[in-house]
C-alpha cells in the first residue's frame, strides 16, 4: 500500500461512482482517535448555499464508501441524500 499525506488527498476530485457526479475537493477528514484510522472524508458542496448561521452544506463520505483511490481521483460510491448534511466547514 502507498502511504500519502493528507495535502495530496485534498488535490484529488472526489466522484460519486452510482451516479457520476463530482463531488468536489477533500476538504477535511474525520478519524478515530484510538487508532488513528481516517473514519469520514469531508468534501464543501460546490455552490454550496450558506445558511444564516454561517454553515454550508458538505459531502460526509464515510471511508467504507471508497472504492478507488487514484493519482487525480477518489471513487467513492455512496447515496448523495445521505452523505449530505449540513455543518461547520471551513477550508
Known amino acids: 500500500m502507498k502511504w ?53 452544506r458538505a459531502y460526509f463520505v464515510p471511508w467504507r464508501c471508497i472504492r478507488r483511490i487514484g493519482d487525480d481521483i477518489i471513487l467513492v460510491e455512496a447515496d448523495t441524500d445521505d452523505i449530505l448534511r449540513l455543518d461547520e466547514v471551513s477550508c
Open 4 to 56: 500519502e499525506r493528507f495535502s495530496y488527498l485534498r488535490e484529488k476530485e472526489v466522484i460519486n461512482i452510482c451516479d457520476g457526479k463530482r463531488l468536489g475537493f477533500v476538504c477535511d477528514f474525520e478519524f478515530e482517535p484510538a487508532t488513528g484510522k481516517i473514519c469520514t472524508l469531508i468534501i464543501p458542496e460546490e455552490c454550496g448555499k450558506w445558511n444564516f448561521f454561517g454553515k454550508e
